[in-house]
């Protein structure tokens, strides 16, 4: 189950980031309590959920706390690696913005560790 909600995890979050993220998006993320950046982690959130449901159906209370603490953790990931990029005045063409953006990605995916341990921790027998 935990294999598979990783797999998932990270279908979704290609989707999310690199499909589904609109300009509008993008361009909000770095202003913080904008509804861009919000609808962006939002986005991340409600996916999740569909990952949980399906992995996990029988701990509704539980996957829904897991999903509301993945958009906060979601939303500031990404406000603070905008921040300081842009605060940095670098951009694609300087190493120093994919070193930010592959942190920005292994927190992400640090994060849906993260939760699926505490999924694993509360499931166990």
């Known amino acids: 189950m935990v294999l ?6 990270q279908i ?8 589904w993220q609109s300009q509008w998006m993008v361009t909000n993320k770095g202003r913080y309590g ?16 569909v990952v949980l449901a399906a992995v996990a159906p029988w701990a509704p209370l539980l996957f829904v706390s897991l999903v509301l603490a993945e958009i906060a953790a979601h939303y ?29 990605q292994a927190l992400h ?11 694993a921790i509360a499931l166990a027998p």
């Open 12 to 19: 979704k979050h290609y989707l999310a980031d690199f499909h």
């Open 4 to 9: 598979a909600a990783l797999v998932l995890f």
């Open 76 to 104: 500031h990931i990404d406000w603070f690696k905008v921040r300081i990029v842009t605060r940095s005045g670098i951009d694609e063409n300087d190493p120093a913005y994919w070193h930010w953006l592959g942190l920005d």
């Open 34 to 49: 904008h509804p861009g950046g919000l609808a962006h982690a939002g986005l991340h959130g409600g996916l999740s959920l």
């Open 109 to 119: 995916q640090l994060t849906y560790l993260a939760m699926l341990a505490v999924l």
